[in-house]
């Protein structure tokens, strides 16, 4: 009887395209979240009206689920190019629906 051991490639460059493309759409949105989100803390005005407060929660609550999420992801996926694309891939949708529901105002 013959036995087949099961033979894994070591990432190629192309493997790691995904990942890098996924840091490069953070590094463009982000900024624009954080502006949005400056811009309305500037023009909210104090005591901070209740859509403010809820937005400044959501801000606080939606970073500790992304990187909790992204910390597990990395830490049960074998190290690479996949561990990379599904600790990135939270944030990314994140910021990416962020970005989208802050432009609308």
């Known amino acids: 009887m013959v036995t087949r051991r099961h033979l894994t490639r070591a990432p190629s460059v192309a493997d ?3 990942p890098w493309m996924q840091m490069g ?3 463009v949105t ?4 954080i502006g949005y989100r400056t811009a309305r803390i500037l023009t909210g005005g104090f005591p901070p009206a209740a859509r403010e407060r809820r937005e400044y929660t959501r801000m606080v609550q939606e970073k500790v689920a992304g ?3 992204a910390a597990v992801a990395a830490a049960t996926t074998t190290p690479g190019p996949a561990a990379a694309s599904a600790a ?7 910021v990416r629906a962020n970005a989208k529901r802050l432009a609308r105002g």
């Open 88 to 94: 990135l891939t939270p944030v990314s949708t994140r």
């Open 67 to 69: 990187f909790s999420r």
């Open 25 to 27: 759409e953070i590094a």
């Open 16 to 18: 790691w395209v995904a």
């Open 30 to 33: 982000a900024p624009l979240v």
